[in-house]
C-alpha cells in the first residue's frame, strides 16, 4: 500500500467486506482500500489490527476515522446503540468513540436506526440516506436500497420518517444456490429480460402465490426445458415484484430514488419503469462516502 497522509479516514466495514478510502481535507479520495476482514469472521479482539493491517499505511502520526455498517453491531467492535426514528439520519453527536490500543488510531462509529413498530432496524444504510440528501438538499419522497436486505425509507423535510426491510437478496442467495431451484440456474449465462419482467408483473398482480410461483421454476426446467437464464431471471422478478406488491404504499406515486450497485439498482428500475415509476439512481459508495464525510471532524472544521 503506497503512504500517503489523509486529512480522515472513510470506513464502510459490513458483515463479509471491509472498505476504507484515504480522504484529502478538499473531500477528494486519495486512495482506496478493501478486505474480506468483515464484522462476520471477527472477534471483538479482531477487529483494530484487522484495520491497521488495511489502513496502517496511512496512519502516519494518527488520522481521525469514521466507520458505519455492522462494526457497530452488538457482534461488532464496539455497539453503538439505534436512534429512534423519526430523526436525522445520522447526528455526529450520536457517534461512539471507540477504546483503541494503536495510539495512532481515532475511531469514530455512526449509530444505525431503529423503528419500534412495526420493528425494524437498519445499520449502514443510513450513512447513505444521509449521503444522499447531501446530494439532493431538500429531498422530500423515497428512497429505495436494495441489498441483501433491502430498505424503503420515507423522507420528509431531512428526516427517516418511517422505513421497512425486505430479506429479498437474502432470499434470492438462498433459493438460487441452497434450494431444489438451483439444479435449474447452474451455469446461467445472461439475462432474460423477458422472463424477469413477466415474472414482476405476475408477482405484483398474485403476490400470494409466490411459493406456486416458485415451484414452478423447478417443474418447467424438468418437463419444458427451461433455460437456466430464464429461470435466475424469473426467480429474481418473482421476488423483486412480490416486495414491490408489500412495499406499493411506499412508492406508488411517490417521487423515488434507488442508493445501491448499478446492476441491482437496474433491475429495481426496471421493475419500477413497469408500473410507471421513473427512479432516480445513485451510487451507494459515492452516497457512503458524502455521508461519512459529514460526519468526519474536517467537515465539522470547515464549518
Not at 497522509?5 to 476504507?20: F, K, Y
Not at 480522504?23 to 462476520?40: K, N
Amino acid at each position: 500500500m503506497n503512504e500517503v497522509a489523509p486529512a480522515w479516514i472513510a470506513v464502510d466495514w459490513g458483515t463479509s467486506n471491509l472498505r476504507a478510502w484515504a480522504m484529502g481535507a478538499d473531500g477528494r479520495v486519495l486512495a482506496e482500500a478493501a478486505s474480506d476482514d468483515g464484522m462476520g469472521k471477527l472477534t471483538r479482539e479482531g477487529f483494530e489490527p484487522a484495520l491497521v493491517r488495511l489502513i496502517g499505511g496511512w496512519l502516519g502520526n494518527g488520522a481521525p476515522v469514521v466507520a458505519c455498517g455492522m462494526v457497530g453491531s452488538r457482534q461488532g467492535w464496539c455497539e453503538a446503540p439505534y436512534r429512534a426514528v423519526p430523526c436525522s439520519p445520522v447526528d455526529r453527536a450520536g457517534l461512539v468513540q471507540v477504546p483503541t490500543n494503536d495510539p495512532r488510531l481515532r475511531v469514530s462509529i455512526a449509530p444505525g436506526l431503529k423503528q419500534a413498530s412495526p420493528a425494524d432496524v437498519m445499520r449502514g444504510e443510513e450513512t447513505q440516506i444521509a449521503g444522499a440528501l447531501q446530494k439532493m438538499p431538500g429531498y422530500d419522497g423515497v428512497l429505495c436500497l436494495p441489498g441483501t436486505h433491502s430498505k424503503w425509507v420515507h423522507i420528509s423535510a431531512g428526516e427517516v420518517v418511517s422505513f421497512q426491510t425486505f430479506m429479498t437478496g437474502e432470499m434470492f442467495a438462498l433459493l438460487s444456490e441452497a434450494s431444489v431451484l438451483r439444479h435449474g440456474m447452474q451455469g446461467a449465462t445472461g439475462w432474460d429480460e423477458a422472463a424477469f419482467d413477466a415474472a414482476v408483473s405476475d408477482a405484483l398482480s398474485k403476490p400470494e402465490k409466490l411459493g406456486a410461483r416458485l415451484f414452478s421454476l423447478r417443474a418447467e426446467g424438468l418437463i419444458a426445458g427451461l433455460s437456466a437464464a430464464a429461470a435466475r431471471a424469473r426467480l429474481s422478478g418473482l421476488l423483486i415484484g412480490t416486495e414491490l406488491a408489500a412495499a406499493r404504499p411506499y412508492w406508488l406515486g411517490q417521487r423515488v430514488t434507488l442508493i445501491g450497485a448499478e446492476k441491482l439498482s437496474a433491475a429495481y428500475a426496471r421493475a419500477l419503469a413497469l408500473q410507471g415509476i421513473e427512479a432516480k439512481r445513485l451510487s451507494a459508495t459515492d452516497c457512503t462516502l458524502a455521508g461519512l464525510a459529514s460526519l468526519s471532524p474536517q467537515t465539522e472544521t470547515t464549518r
